[in-house]
Structures are given as structure tokens and as C-alpha cells.
């Protein structure tokens, strides 16, 4: 079930009723920080109805040729700024992840093509890497290799927080992509999924993910 949106009378905002007093804390918990790619958060009203700035322009989507450095510019800032290092057994780092990354919470602003980061309601402290190959793999669903393989070039060169990715975590991609699957099934989304290079594109990350960190 979708959250209730609805536009202010003015047009200059939005009002979404999170589904859970759960949601809400996840959402406001991002939009507060104040990101410059967030759109501004302007209040909770009631228990449960998020007011927001509203971005003029549409959402990406896998038909445009996308910005890699604007989109993995938005996942260095708000991992950098959510960072926790865990010392023990040995040093890794979470960071709040967006997880959602379906290219429909990313929104192009008409009047500048500035790209914005949407819907907190998912996001939850894990592993940075995760929101990088979560977001690839919608990327790899419909591109074609040689396409796939330059964006996926750019997009990681792009992220700035080299040092937090750990090739421990190998393993996970795996896991993620299962994880993946699993949720497009349950949502019953139809992406226009080529299987062929989705299959060839999921190779890639898989073998050359954590050469862009080594
Ligand atoms: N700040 C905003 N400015 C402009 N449009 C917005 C904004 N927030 C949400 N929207 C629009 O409303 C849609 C749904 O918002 P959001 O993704 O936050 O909720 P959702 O219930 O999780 O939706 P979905 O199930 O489609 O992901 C977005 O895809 C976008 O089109
Ligand atoms: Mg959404």
C-alpha cells in the first residue's frame, strides 16, 4: 500500500501520511538533517503526516541517460553524515541507507535538473555498500552491458567515502541481490527487466564491485 500524498493548497508542499508512527521516524530522522539534495523538511503535523518541500520535475527513470556523479554524490553525503564506525571485532562502519532505491525516489527538479533523494520510510543503519549495489541492480535490470558497464564505472569512481567500503562484505552481494528479487516479486513491480543483461550486468558487480575500493 502506497502513503498518502497530497499537495498544499499553495503548491509549494507536500503532505505525506506516513503508514506507521515507525515510518515516520525513519522519514523525519532523514529529511532533518538538512541535506541540500532532501527536499526541506517542514514539520510534522499531527502524529503521523510529514509536510515537505515539493520538487517540481519527475522521478528518474531507466530510459534517460542518468547523472552517475549527482546519484553517487547524494549516497557519499548522506552515508558521510550518518557515519558510526564499529571497532569490534574488526573496524567497520554503518551508515543510514536509503535501501529503497527504486528510481522512482529519485526526482529530477525541472527548473535545473538538480536530483533529489525521496522516501526515508525503508531507510536503516546498515552496511554503505549496500545502498550502492541495491541501487545498481535496478540499473542492471534494463541496461545494455557495454552501457551498464561505463554507468557502474562512473557511479563508483563518483563515491567519495572510499575508505568506509570493506571487501569483507563480499558475500553480501549475493545476499542483497536475493533480497532484491525477493521484494520485486512480493510488490509484484514490473520493471523492464532484459534477462540476458541483467544476468551479464549482475556478473560485473559481483567480480569487479570492490576493485573501484581496493
Ligand atoms: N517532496 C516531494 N516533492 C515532489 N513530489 C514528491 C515529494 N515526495 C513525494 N513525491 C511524489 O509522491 C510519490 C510517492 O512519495 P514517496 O515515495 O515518499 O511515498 P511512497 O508511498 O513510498 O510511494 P511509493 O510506494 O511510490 O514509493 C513520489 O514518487 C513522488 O512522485
Ligand atoms: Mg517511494
Redesign the pocket.
Known amino acids: 500500500m ?2 498518502q ?1 497530497d499537495v498544499s493548497n499553495n503548491g509549494n508542499s ?1 503532505l ?1 501520511t506516513c503508514r506507521s508512527h515507525e515510518e515516520c521516524f525513519r522519514e523525519i530522522r532523514v529529511y532533518s538533517l538538512g541535506l541540500d539534495f532532501i ?1 526541506k523538511y517542514r514539520g510534522l503535523q499531527g502524529t503521523n503526516k510529514i509536510l ?5 520535475g519527475k ?1 528518474i527513470s531507466l530510459s534517460i541517460v542518468l547523472d552517475a556523479s549527482q546519484l553517487a554524490r547524494m549516497f557519499s553525503i548522506l552515508h558521510l553524515k550518518t557515519l558510526i564506525k564499529i571497532a569490534s571485532p574488526h573496524q567497520t562502519y554503518r551508515t543510514i541507507c536509503h535501501i ?1 532505491t ?1 528510481p ?2 529519485y ?1 529530477i527538479r525541472a527548473a535545473d535538473g538538480k536530483y533529489f533523494m ?2 526515508f ?1 525503508e531507510s536503516y543503519y546498515s552496511i554503505p555498500e549496500h545502498d550502492l549495489v541495491n541501487f545498481l541492480l535496478f540499473i542492471a535490470a534494463s541496461h545494455q552491458p557495454d552501457k551498464f558497464k561505463s554507468f557502474l564505472s562512473s557511479f563508483l569512481s563518483s563515491y567519495t567515502n572510499k575508505k568506509i567500503i570493506s571487501n569483507r562484505h563480499k558475500t553480501l552481494i549475493i545476499k542483497w541481490t536475493s533480497i532484491f528479487d525477493h521484494r520485486r516479486e512480493k510488490f509484484r513491480k514490473s520493471l523492464n527487466i532484459n534477462r540476458e543483461w541483467q544476468y551479464l550486468n549482475r556478473r560485473l558487480i559481483l567480480n569487479s564491485f570492490y576493485d573501484f575500493f581496493s
Open positions: 502506497k502513503s500524498i507536500i505525506k527536499p515537505l518541500e515539493r520538487i517540481i522521478s529503497d527504486n522512482k525516489n526526482l525521496i522516501d520510510s
